[in-house]
């Protein structure tokens, strides 16, 4: 199966079930979306597929065959994507486990919404972070759509 992921287009020879997130870490060795809960709750293997965040370890391999995927690598290659730099500079993550689906989440939302209220990120970022950093979380966008 053909598969375009951040612009590379791959092919992998994988059962039509196989969930995305173990193409994209296994197969591709893309190991930045992490596996969290393996029931789409936690959102730590957040991804964009045609521009729409979902949760790669409930999606079959055979459901994306002819779209686009974005992951936390496909952003930049320096953390220069601007709220890679917001996380940064307001030192968002603590253990970091969940920051890459966190980090997409945002990036999904500042896509829909350049400007989101306090009322619309708490809506729109339902990402779960054992640590608690919900509200660094919170200023790193504000502080991403301000730049963008």
């Not at 002819?66 to 952003?75: A, F, K, V």
Request: glycine fraction near 6%.
């Amino acid at each position: 199966m053909n598969l375009t992921v951040n612009d590379i287009n791959y092919k992998v020879d994988v059962e039509d079930d196989t969930p995305l997130l173990w193409v994209l870490r296994d197969s591709l060795g893309l190991k930045g979306t992490k596996f969290g809960c393996g029931i789409a709750q936690c959102g730590a293997c957040s991804v964009m597929i045609n521009g729409v965040l979902q949760r790669s370890c409930s999606v079959p391999i055979a459901a994306v065959k002819d779209s686009h995927i974005r992951t936390i690598e496909g952003l930049s290659d320096d953390n220069s994507h601007p709220v890679q730099q917001a996380w940064i500079e307001e030192d968002v993550p603590q253990c970091g486990y969940c920051q890459s689906g966190q980090v997409m989440a945002a990036t999904a939302l500042l896509a829909q919404t350049p400007k989101p209220s306090d009322e619309q990120i708490d809506q729109a970022m339902t990402n779960i972070c054992r640590c608690g950093s919900y509200s660094r979380i919170r200023k790193a966008i504000h502080r991403a759509a301000d730049s963008l």
